[in-house]
């Protein structure tokens, strides 16, 4: 058997095959289960809908000529991110159903299971992305010039994938299914609202415009935006950028020694 | 033959809670050893270490030559584990769940699909195999599980309470399906609470109370530790039944009596054989106790633990139920890790 001359360390390339098959089974999840897909896409939907009807007529915002415009780069950060709320939730569950422990006791590769998951969740959200832009474009939404759709969507899903980390370690410590459920996104709600997201920071009192400046969340959205209107993102982009190294340089080894240590 | 499962010394807490307090127990290859103990006594640490899941505080432990801490990686490609409940993906077919699991052994993916087939078949799961787990029972759950843990045909398989929250029938077709494997040459390490379990599928039994193997032999050894046989005497009248043990224990017995005073009936170990039946209907009869049931039986291992520590297997405070004791247990390691 093949499996029975494993050396002390598993080889790089049994490290890249054990993360596929991890993203090939967290994938063939949503396959499956098409209400996670539809929950994770119906409420981007109605707030594309809602927002779009009920606010854009009232918020003239600079720079653009019909909200639309200003609100699809807010929708799809947003999606992006609260969908990354799923990858703690997910491990969370495998975690409390044993899952982990069959996982643990085979000679894979000790990071394939978040790979896998975080992996997963990516692809997810490209899927979700897209139907987004969709529905985007039913209202009226255009993307200016290719190169900045594909800029943009690349900056969503690369936020996406950086919370998914934060999202893995969050699962990993609370280690309970409802905990993650709620642990995971109670911070995340307030931290998209109080950005660029859905209006601008501008019009925000002046505290709360020192904290939204601040985040992760408006600098993405900001070259998000810009990319989308065939504008050049400047130094938000790179903001933005850094942001989502630093996160990743933070939590990839966080959650990965947390899993080392699940006990 | 060899020693395949060697421990000595392991200690392991969690927090202020002592799981295990010094195990030392091997198993020779090829044979099948049933670790017994109620909730709570240490079997799953043990399991856990064994299978590199947690690490021992001290004490070593090898199996088939690897290092629990040293080689768990190797260790990993010779072991297969089936835990307290099913860990298998409800949301995948049968048959996916055995591919994934074989490729993560690194078999290449004919070979992980033709494992996967032939696994389906062994456990009578052919006919589900390409329906998603969320259908499947709980006896189905538990053989695919158990498939899951032989997909790399391991040395030394352990199974954790595999019957644990099965029907009777299940468990039945399960235990049928353990005995194949272990007539294969599998080496098993089987921890249990159910003292019947042991009893059928073991060659060995140790006994574990309080993190420490407080016994270890045949079921047979086991129960002579118990002093031969055991004497069941039911009265007529259950309000006389400490009465019975009085005079019973005067006369015929080797050891305590046990007072069911609910079921009017007493047990009292004996080595007199079956003279003893004799005496004690003359005893009783002077005394005017009518029996209603008299019986001189081979000790359960029920009577073994009895004898061994002074109570029954089943403690009432710890309810039979792994998921419920799990979390407990993990939520003490929690504390210890924060």
């Known amino acids: 058997m093949s499996a029975a001359a494993a050396p002390a360390r598993l080889p790089l390339s049994w490290t890249v095959r054990d993360i596929g098959a991890m993203t090939r089974r967290n994938i063939l999840r949503y396959v499956r289960i098409p209400q996670l897909l539809v929950f994770s896409t119906i409420q981007p939907v109605m707030f594309v809908l809602l927002f779009n009807y009920v606010f854009g007529g009232a918020l003239r915002v600079p720079g653009v000529l019909h909200y639309i415009d200003y609100l699809m780069a807010g929708i799809f950060v947003q999606t992006a991110i609260f969908g990354s709320t799923q990858t703690g939730v997910g491990l969370a569950e495998d975690l409390s159903k044993g899952m982990i422990d069959r996982f643990r006791s085979l000679p894979m590769a000790r990071s394939a299971v978040l790979a896998g998951r975080t992996l997963g969740d990516l692809f997810r959200n490209v899927f979700v992305v897209l139907l987004m832009t969709g529905v985007a474009y039913l209202v009226g939404f255009r993307f200016h010039g290719l190169l900045g759709a594909i800029g943009a969507l690349g900056l969503v899903l690369l936020v996406g994938f950086a919370f998914s980390w934060i999202s893995a370690t969050i699962g990993l410590l609370v280690r309970n299914v409802e905990a993650a459920q709620t642990a995971g996104f109670i911070w995340v709600f307030p931290l998209v609202f109080a950005s660029s997201a859905f209006a601008p920071v501008a019009t925000m009192p002046g505290w709360l415009q020192g904290f939204a400046k601040a985040t992760p969340i408006t600098t993405t959205v900001d070259a998000v935006r810009a990319l989308s209107l065939g504008r050049p993102p400047g130094s938000e982009l790179w903001w933005s950028l850094a942001w989502i190294a630093g996160i990743l340089l933070v939590f990839v080894p966080f959650a990965v020694s947390r899993y080392r240590r699940v006990t | ?338």
């Open chain 2, 1 to 338: 033959m060899s020693e395949i499962v060697k421990a000595e010394g392991l200690h392991r807490s969690f927090g202020q809670v002592t799981a295990l307090d010094g195990v030392d127990l091997a198993v020779r290859e090829g044979t099948v050893l049933g670790l017994l103990g109620p909730n709570g006594a240490g079997k799953t640490t043990f399991v856990r270490i064994l299978t590199t899941l947690l690490l021992p505080d001290r004490g070593r432990a090898e199996v088939a030559g690897y290092d629990v801490v040293r080689d768990a990686t190797m260790l990993r490609t010779v072991i297969g584990l089936a835990g307290q409940y099913a860990a298998v993906d409800e949301t995948l077919t049968g048959h996916e769940n055995l591919e994934l699991v074989g490729r993560l052994y690194h078999l290449d993916r004919a070979e992980a699909r033709r494992r996967a087939g032939e696994l389906l078949e062994r456990f009578d799961l052919s006919g589900a195999g390409h329906r998603v787990v969320r259908t499947y029972s709980g006896g189905m759950r538990r053989r695919l599980d158990l498939a899951a843990s032989l997909v790399n045909r391991p040395r030394v398989l352990f199974l954790d309470e595999p019957t644990t929250g099965l029907d009777p029938r299940s468990r039945r077709a399960l235990w049928d399906m353990i005995k194949e494997l272990v007539a294969d040459g599998t080496t098993l390490l089987l921890t249990t609470q159910y003292l019947e379990e042991a009893d059928r599928l073991a060659d060995e039994i140790a006994v574990i109370d309080l993190g420490q193997v407080i016994a270890r032999g045949t079921a047979d050894e086991l129960k002579d530790k118990v002093g031969g046989e055991v004497l069941e005497v039911r009265v007529a009248d259950r309000a006389r039944v400490q009465a019975a043990a009085g005079e019973v224990a005067a006369c015929c017995g080797s050891g305590e009596p046990q007072v069911d005073a609910e079921a009017g009936e007493l047990t009292l170990p004996t080595a007199e054989g079956a003279a003893v039946l004799v005496d004690v209907v003359r005893r009783l009869d002077a005394a005017g106790i009518r029996i209603s049931d008299l019986a001189l039986r081979r000790p359960t291992l029920d009577d073994v633990f009895l004898a061994l520590t002074g109570r029954g297997a089943e403690r009432p405070e710890e309810p039979d139920q792994p998921r419920n004791g799990r979390r407990a247990r993990r939520r003490r390691r929690d504390r210890s890790a924060a």
